[in-house]
């Protein structure tokens, strides 16, 4: 069953050089995510995948197209209607985007506190995240003490908290060594395999792709030029 789908969804940006056209981020592009897949994207810098994020995200409207998340089709609702669709998206990010001066704790915290937890409820979630991604002991550090790993774990903790249904991964591993983008990707699949989560992985790296995702999505331009199972996009002809 489709979670995500994109059907000849397009997001122009007017140029900053005035004669000049339009610059159309992302052209045309049609693709549908099973629930459960681990869904690659992949491609050079400037190739449309940022945007097409913040479209999934609901953060931008497209300007032609139709994308539906569980069922619903987001490019036609209101501001209080797209922060539920949001809610049921989680988000990691490149340099982690953790709050400096906040604890580890409060980090993972911030997103239940916002969706109105009680304050008993966000202790035992809290708790029960740090343990999953395993930072039990690192709760009252600061995330300038923790490692480049350590932290992407802190920002999967905090994505995950409020049990959403994907989790979209923007260039998640790219500022890690391949040691501890190994580590990540692993913990990634966890999350996949055990708590069901769909996961929409952003990458400029081949390789991120063939160690996790089961489908790609080629992106050039603004297009999708391939889409698939990974094992058939990658291998020759
Ligand atoms: P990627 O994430 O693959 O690097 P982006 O989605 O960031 O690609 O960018 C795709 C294209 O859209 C680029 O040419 C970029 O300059 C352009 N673009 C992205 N965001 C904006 C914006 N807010 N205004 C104008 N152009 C933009
Ligand atoms: P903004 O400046 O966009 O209002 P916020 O204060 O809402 O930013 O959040 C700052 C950062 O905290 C975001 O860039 C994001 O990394 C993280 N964040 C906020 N809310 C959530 C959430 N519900 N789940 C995961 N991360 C979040």
């Not at 490149?94 to 239940?112: D, G, I, R």
């Not at 991604?133 to 995330?143: M, N, Q, S, T």
């Amino acid at each position: 069953m489709p979670i995500v789908t994109l059907s000849n969804v397009s997001k122009a940006y007017p140029s900053r050089s005035p004669g000049s056209g339009d610059v159309v981020a992302v052209d045309d592009v049609t693709l549908s995510i099973e629930k459960g897949d681990v869904f690659g994207i992949i491609g050079y810098s400037g190739a449309g995948k940022s945007t097409l994020v913040r479209l999934i995200n609901a953060l931008e409207p497209a300007t032609a197209g139709t994308i539906t998340v569980d069922d619903v089709d987001i490019t036609a609702l209101t501001e209080r209607e797209l922060r539920k669709v949001r809610g049921g998206i989680g988000m990691i990010f490149q340099q982690f985007n953790l709050f400096a001066s906040k604890t580890v704790k409060a980090n993972v915290a911030y997103p239940l506190a916002l969706a109105g937890w009680s304050k008993a409820d966000i202790e035992a979630r809290v708790t029960e995240m740090l343990g999953f991604v395993g930072l039990a002991d690192k709760a009252r550090a600061y995330p300038e003490q923790l490692s480049g790993g350590q932290k992407q774990r802190v920002g999967i903790a905090r994505a995950l908290a409020t049990g959403p249904a994907i989790l979209l991964a923007d260039e998640a591993t790219s500022a890690l060594d391949p040691q501890t983008t190994h580590e990540v990707l692993d913990l990634l699949k966890r999350v996949n395999e055990e708590q069901g989560v769909t996961i929409i992985v952003i990458t400029h790296e081949m390789d991120v792709i063939q160690t996790i995702a089961t489908k790609v999505a080629v992106m050039e331009r603004g297009r999708v030029i391939e889409q698939g199972d990974v094992f058939d996009v990658f291998s020759a002809p």
